[in-house]
């Protein structure tokens, strides 16, 4: 395990061969922060996934599993190492944002509130990206009915 | 479990979901903290220099500035980007991109087309680089299947062949509306034709210009036709001369450097913390590159450079992608000398439908062949990120799969996308003139930015 900051909240795992740190939600600015620190200084990546419908994925031991799960890839330009940050949010909850850290996450925080409705606290500018700002919903979600909703278009009569 | 049937939409429950306007507020309605965030200040000085350019910035008055819209129905925007910018005369203060008029849901798509199928969707991300697009999306599948590490030899040659013909397809392009986007006209048509050269080979090889669908999780759909070599050989001998004509066409040209140079600056720690990747990284002099620092296929075993500029500016961009293209075509002719005989798929049944062949002969593989196309093959559970280096930067495919033929969640992290980040900073303080040059350097792909 390239790194595994010794931090409370933080299980170290990997998936094929991939570095992935489990981060409790509390934990998860401060532990971002110290990847920083050691390296990590871009954050190429931040989606989510919503888990609905599969809820039993496997975890490793000691992480909660919530329905939504916020996937962050972290990437050293040094040392040529990426690292995946996963975070486990319950519906209804928000996450700290990143923009503080890593200005590049503030389209990518953008599109997941998009797709999935997760807030991020402390984002300068939570709007929606991709979708229009009227838009119903949010369409990642496994519960978003997919092709049974009537067209949606700003300013339409509805 | 309850299944997706049988569950209650609750669309209409979120229907309270008006967030605010996406566009560019005007000066009196933004915050200062929000305006010098804007404004570019969290990443170009300390929060004390900030707080002290604070009162300079708070004299221009809403009075003296004003709101422009550039888009999205407009020929330099590559798509339909569209720019707010606010500008004092004629210089830009501050810049929002807005997007999504091309968001067609692709990644909600991938989630209901098999492994096999996904191939068709994500080409059409990135439609000028559509093999790079393919191939992450195949990496990342073979990692989750388990046999990345077995595809054959010649596969990988030949993922690498396409691959950096697409690069300098695509960049073959990028030139063409750079030099339309900045009055080079010519240059437009000069690109455009070599692009159809290339883009002629791509039809011979995989039966369509772009779109292809051609390499697929296990290999590739087909072996490289009879003539392939020379076809290439072809190419590698037109282009050298074709590119000097540019050179004197442009790169020369008092004009298109006076254009060019300094105009769209973004500096080495601007890039990393926007996560700006390709052209745009390696313009600010750091050398960077996935095919090199972080190496997939058989780029460990070629020998080739990379391009790095000095200044970050719309020229050092322009002068990157050019240079990269003679890089490609080095890397083509290594992969010339070096492409190995063997198959061009892995023969795994779970993964690789029987030849064509064998269907007219046995009723098992024309079961196993009507299996694999219609219900897929089943993707072990687990998550996988796999990213590659694509003519615009970091391409990454994120697939989760919870053990079905379809990906549970598929997403493609576009360099497009956040590469878009970087136009308020490259924006500020220049010419209203200079912000089409500036898109232009960025070159991208709006069919990948909304997705």
Same mark, same amino acid.
């Given at each position: ?158 | ?100 008029? %091309?968001? #067609? $849901?692709?990644?909600?798509?991938? +989630?209901? =087309? ?5 191939? @068709? ?127 004197? %066409?442009? #790169? $020369?040209?008092?004009?298109?450097? +006076?254009? =060019? ?5 973004? @500096? ?184």
């Amino acid at each position: 395990m390239p790194v595994a900051p010794e931090m409370p909240g933080v299980v170290a795992s990997e998936s094929h061969g991939q570095a992935v740190l489990f981060v409790e939600q509390s934990a998860y600015l401060a532990v971002v922060t110290a990847l920083y620190r050691a390296g990590f200084t871009m954050c190429v990546d931040v989606t989510a996934v919503d888990y609905l419908v599969h809820p039993s994925r496997t975890l490793p031991p000691g992480v909660v599993a919530q329905r939504f799960e916020v996937v962050v890839n972290l990437l050293s330009l040094a040392a040529r190492e990426r690292v995946r940050v996963r975070v486990q949010v319950a519906d209804g909850e928000s996450v700290a944002s990143l923009c503080d850290v890593h200005p590049s996450t503030e389209a990518m925080e953008r599109e997941v509130f998009d797709m999935f409705g997760i807030r991020f606290d402390g984002h300068p500018d939570l709007t929606r990206i991709l979708m229009p700002e009227d838009w119903d919903g949010h369409p990642l979600r496994k519960d978003y009915a997919q092709g049974r909703i009537p067209v949606q278009f700003k300013g339409a009569a509805s | 479990m309850t299944t997706l049937e049988e569950r209650e939409p609750i669309v209409s429950a979120g229907a309270a979901t008006h967030e605010g306007g996406q566009e560019l507020l005007s000066r009196g309605e933004v915050s200062q903290k929000a305006l010098m965030r804007e404004a570019g200040a969290v990443l170009r000085m300390s929060e004390s220099a900030a707080a002290a350019l604070a009162q300079v910035q708070g004299d221009v008055g809403e009075d003296q500035s004003m709101i422009i819209n550039m888009g999205p129905q407009h020929p330099s925007t590559h798509g339909v980007l569209r720019l707010m910018l606010e500008l004092q005369g004629e210089t830009v203060l501050r810049c929002k991109p807005i997007i999504g008029y %091309l968001h #067609t $849901g692709m990644e909600k798509t991938g +989630e209901s =087309l098999t492994f096999l199928q996904g191939g @068709t969707n994500v080409t059409r991300m990135d439609y000028l680089s559509p093999l790079n697009n393919e191939l992450v999306f195949s990496m990342a599948t073979e990692k989750l299947l388990g046999i990345d590490g077995d595809i054959p030899e010649r596969a990988q040659w030949m993922r690498m062949l396409l691959s950096e013909l697409n690069r300098m397809s695509s960049h073959l392009l990028f030139l063409a509306t750079n030099g339309m986007d900045i009055g080079a006209v010519s240059m437009m048509l000069y690109g455009w034709r070599e692009r159809e050269e290339v883009l002629r080979f791509f039809q011979k090889v995989t039966g369509l210009r772009m779109n292809h669908n051609f390499i697929r999780p296990g290999g590739l759909a087909a072996d490289l036709p009879v003539g392939w070599r020379d076809d290439v050989l072809r190419l590698l001998d037109m282009l050298p001369e074709r590119l000097a004509e540019y050179e004197i %066409l442009m #790169t $020369g040209q008092p004009i298109w450097r +006076e254009r =060019l140079q300094g105009v769209g600056v973004i @500096t080495q720690s601007e890039a990393i913390a926007l996560a700006a990747t390709g052209p745009i990284l390696r313009s600010t002099g750091l050398d960077f590159d996935l095919r090199r620092d972080m190496p997939y296929l058989r780029y460990r075993e070629v020998d080739f450079d990379v391009v790095v500029g000095a200044h970050g500016d719309a020229y050092d961009r322009y002068a990157i992608r050019l240079h990269e293209i003679r890089e490609s075509m080095n890397i083509v002719r290594q992969v010339l000398e070096r492409m190995p005989g063997g198959d061009y798929r892995i023969q795994n049944k779970k993964v690789t439908p029987p030849p064509r062949g064998r269907i007219d002969e046995s009723m098992e593989a024309l079961i196993h062949h009507f299996k694999i196309f219609t219900e897929g093959f089943k993707v072990p559970e687990g998550e996988v990120y796999v990213a590659i280096e694509s003519p615009r930067g970091e391409i990454g495919c994120y697939i989760a799969s919870d053990g079905s033929s379809v990906p549970y969640r598929m997403h493609v992290r576009a360099p497009s996308f956040v590469n878009v980040q970087c136009l308020p900073h490259m924006m500020r303080g220049g010419l209203v003139a200079d912000a089409v040059a500036v898109i232009s350097s960025i070159d991208p792909v709006l069919g990948e930015v909304d997705r």
